[in-house]
Each structure stands twice: as C-alpha cells, then as structure tokens.
C-alpha cells in the first residue's frame, strides 16, 4: 500500500508504526511543517509543507484556536496538493488531526482512507473543566460555548474520519457516541524490553553526586514543570517530605514552558513560582537534596527510573503520560493521583498506592509510609511491571494492534456521500 502520515511534530506518535509498515513492504510518507527539506528517516519518505499565513489581528479570542488550525489545514492542503500533483495517491492516510492538519485531505484524496489519531475531545463538564479551584476561569457563565466552539476542529473530521484510535479508554470516552463505534483503542506502547528494572542504575547529578538503588530517591516526572501534572501539589508537599525523610534525595524532570493549561504570569515559570512559594519553610540543607534535572536524554531518564525509590505521579484529568506506563514498566512503587486516566491503570495495593490529587498531607504521610515499607515497594514494582507488559508491550503487543488498525482502515467501506 501507499501510506501517508500527517504529524506537525513527526514522528510523534507515529514513531514505532511508521517504520513497522515500510519493514512490511509498505511506501510510507510523512507530510510534515517540522523540517525544511525532504529526507527519509527508517525508511520513511519525510516531505515538508510551509506554513502560509498569519493570525489576524484583533479577531474573536474564541476564533483565535481555530484560525491556527485552519491556517494549517489550508497550508498541507497545499503539500498534499503538490503531492498529487507528482503522482502520488495514498491508499491509507493517518494523521493526528489535533491541530487541524487533515482538514482538507480528503478533498486532495477523496478514496483515500483517513485514519485519526484521536487524543481528546474538549468536554466542559466536571471534572473535565475547573478540576482544579486555585485556577478558576474567569468566564465560567461562558466556558460551555467556548469549549464547544473549541471542538469545532474536532467536529470538522468527524465527518471525514474513516476511523480513529486512541491510546487509552479514557482518553475514547471524551469523544462523542458517533464517533466511538469507530475508535479502535490501542496505545503507543512501552518497549518493555528497555525500560526494566536494572539494580546496578547510577544516576549522575548536576553536583556531582551519583545516586544508586542504596540510595533513597524520590522521582517525579513533567515534560513541563505545572498545575497540570500536579506540580504545585508536589511542591507544596515537600517540605514536610523533606523534613520526614532526613537521607532522601528529590529529583524532578521537566521544562520550564507550559504545555498544558493556562500560561504563568508574563515573565515567570510555573517552576519557579512554587519554588519560591515553599523555599522559606525548606532549610538550606534540606534544599541540596532536591534536584531539578531540566530535560535529560532518554538514557538518564531511566536511569532515573531505575535509581527511583518511589515515583510521584500527579495529573488533572487528561491525557495519560507516557512516563507514569514507563514508571510501571522499569519496576517503580508509585504513589498517584487518584483521577481517572489513573484508574485505568493502577489499581490501589496492586499495582500502585493513589492519594487525592489535593491532598497535600495524604502525599506526604503515604509517601512517607511507602518509603519505609520496602517489602511493599518490591511486591508493587512487580506487579506494576507485570502489568505494563501484559498491556502496554510495544513489540508484543500494541504495535501489532496498530498495525492491524491501518491494515483494517485500508479494507473500511468508504463513507457514505454527504450533502
């Protein structure tokens, strides 16, 4: 088959698929505004399309979203178009259609099968909107009209969408009834292989030190350090942590930008806000136990993993981190928020121990008591790593279901005409 695969940031979520489907004898494209030139990557025909246009000054705040997305959508329309043009004609097209890219595609293909990637659907309901009160909207009379005009992207595909998959039961479950008969749940996957538990990790810190498995490390994990993943709750909490545990290092990981959610105030980090927020009831002692690692290569992101002692995993109720599965997979005792992505795959004394996301004082204390319990850290990273491998496998198990997705996509009836 002919393949074409939109991602702004390739490979992106495609990472593993893609090259499983030109080591099938598949031609696989990817159509992407992330390079400058064509290349190939693993066997994948990489071809750019530049953005054309501009955001227009002084439009609606509500339009603002979709106009980049549609500013998108025209621009890979104009790759895709450039694409034909050289006699190309996908059989399959995937693409993750969050930031408008596939719009037009089919109108470029129209019996082309368009798979989705279909991460969230914006609900305004609870716990979905104002999960958290220190950050309330400023417009919650409003919120409803404007999420539901946010989901005009989404709403676009739904008419075009072949089929779609998602990578966990909870993140399907946001998206509407008509669209769930056709959303296949399959996740990215975890190479198991990989990421396991190693007794001999070390961990170099920026001071030098070198923490190990002797040591007593507690982990926590954002691509961006803010409210979304819990940062501020984890702060909050650690400077009686800090206090209860005398000989414990602190290691976090992540950026300083904002991924998720509101910005900070102009000028400022979410980072720094809530450092500042706790530093004066942290001694300074107690303050050069704690690690900020920024953003580190993949390696001393294990490693990291596997030095850990207790993992801290904190989330509003969203999208599921890659790196909270990673934890499982390399053997971590994890204490998490008791939210629903959570729930999917943790399950209280089996695979982990959950704490109410606000709950400063219940993090510390159960943190705490996981620390001096190591029997139950052991019994808890097995299970975790039992159950990471029986359903997050990359090779054994998720990456042949995403491959039997596109092969299903390709045999999928092709949507009924619309006036």
């Known amino acids: 088959m002919k393949i074409l695969l939109i991602h702004q940031n390739f490979p992106g979520q495609y990472k593993h698929l893609a090259p499983a489907l030109v080591a099938l004898g598949h031609q696989v494209v990817a159509l992407t505004c992330k390079v400058k030139e ?37 621009s890979c329309y104009q790759g895709a178009m450039a694409l034909k043009q050289q006699g190309f004609e996908p059989d399959v097209i995937c693409a993750h259609h969050g930031w408008g890219e596939s719009l037009f595609l089919k109108d470029v293909w129209p019996k082309a099968r368009l798979g989705l990637y279909c991460e969230l659907y914006h609900l305004s309901q609870q716990p979905f909107l104002n999960f958290d009160p220190e950050f309330p909207s400023r417009t919650p009379d409003i919120d409803g009209l404007r999420i539901r005009l946010k989901n005009l992207n989404n709403r676009l595909h739904e008419e075009v969408m072949d089929a779609g998959i998602s990578p966990t039961r909870f993140q399907a479950s946001t998206f509407p009834a008509d669209w769930q008969n056709r959303i296949t749940v399959a996740h990215d996957g975890i190479d198991t292989d990989q990421v396991r538990p190693d007794p001999q990790a070390r961990l170099a810190l920026d001071d030098g030190r070198v923490l190990s498995r002797d040591d007593e490390v507690i982990t926590f994990i954002n691509r961006n350090l ?27 990981l992540g950026g300083d930008d904002t991924s ?4 900070p105030p102009k000028g400022q980090t979410w980072k720094q806000i809530f450092i500042d927020e706790v530093r004066g009831r942290i001694p300074t002692p107690h303050w050069d136990r704690v690690h900020f690692l920024g953003r580190v290569p993949y390696a001393r992101f294990l490693a990291m993993l596997q030095v850990s002692s207790a993992h801290v995993y904190l989330t509003y109720p969203f999208v599921l981190s890659w790196s909270l599965l990673e934890a499982m997979s390399a053997g971590c005792a994890i204490l998490a928020s008791d939210t629903d992505p959570v729930r999917e795959v943790m399950s209280e004394g089996e695979t982990g121990w959950m704490v109410d996301f606000f709950d400063t004082e219940a993090l510390t204390e159960r943190l705490s008591a996981l620390l001096d319990d190591p029997e139950a850290r052991a019994g808890l990273g097995r299970t975790a790593r039992a159950f990471a491998q029986e359903h997050y496998d990359l090779q054994r198990l998720c990456l042949p279901k995403q491959v039997d997705w596109v092969m299903r996509l390709a045999d999928t009836p092709p949507l009924p005409p619309r006036d």
Do not use: C
């Open 260 to 263: 998720y959610g509101a910005r």
């Open 38 to 74: 064509p290349q190939r990557w693993k066997g994948v025909q990489i071809v750019p399309y530049a953005i054309r246009g501009a955001s227009t000054q002084g439009i609606h705040p509500w339009l603002s979203d979709f106009e980049t997305k549609l500013l998108r959508g025209t």
């Open 226 to 252: 803010e409210p979304y993943r819990g940062y501020h709750i984890f702060m909050r909490a650690l400077p009686g942590i800090l206090k209860r545990r005398p000989n414990a290092h602190v290691v976090l």
